[in-house]
């Protein structure tokens, strides 16, 4: 009989990271506590960091503090936004031009009436569309806008974790969840040039949901490349 040896670089090499794919624009992953600033005794956090490297796109405290929780989402700790609370980017972000790809593991909001933006394009010194949320008319109502708007409703389930691929590609912008295509169409040309996650702004549109992870390219996303990135975020945080 034969003993076999596995070597872990072996295994090391053969798993996906999000950095394997280029154009990596921003990664915030909420379970990766070594990048994330918070009061020990409250777990209010102050500070998401870029995973991509590129400091001036880390996450700041804008509104209300968010809440981080151990262990929430298949035992990963994810950041909570309820209430009136948001983050943006350290500045305003040098314009980068459609296709963009975005992808976000949330849990989708409770019904409470009014646009829950998940994030929004949108600085203290910038404001545009640049947009997926939820809740337009209703809790199964989900929309895609840049200077148009795209919208679907379907039964996704309020307080029900999903994964979404937003792929911003003026007339062919597509949004997924879970895997499956939900809706396509003409958003329009403006790129993204501000960041801020969990809210519309300081003054309204707030998500009111946890988020896991949220991943930013600057570009299109398809084929093999988003097969793989949608099977890292399903098997991560256990759908």
Known sequence: MSNFVINPSVLESTSFSP?????????????????????????????????????????????????????????????????????????????????????????????DAGNDKWWYNRHSDVSQNFATYSNEDSADTFAVRVSNILDVSFPAGAGVWQYVTTQFNTTATKLRMNGVEKLSGDVGTEGLSGLILGAYSDSGGYSDIPIGEFIIYDKLVSGAELTSMETYLKDKWGF
């Open 19 to 111: 950095e394997d794919i280029s154009d990596l624009y921003a990664w915030y992953d909420m379970s990766e506590v070594a990048t994330i600033t918070k009061n020990p005794a409250t777990n209010l956090v102050s500070k998401i960091e870029n995973k991509e490297g590129t400091t001036t796109r880390d996450l700041l405290q804008g509104g209300d503090k968010p809440l981080w929780v151990s262990a929430s989402r298949n035992g990963l700790d994810v950041v909570d936004f309820d209430g009136d609370r948001w983050l943006q980017t350290a500045s305003p972000l040098t314009e980068i031009d459609q296709p963009i790809t975005i992808f976000i593991v949330l849990e989708t909001p409770a019904g």
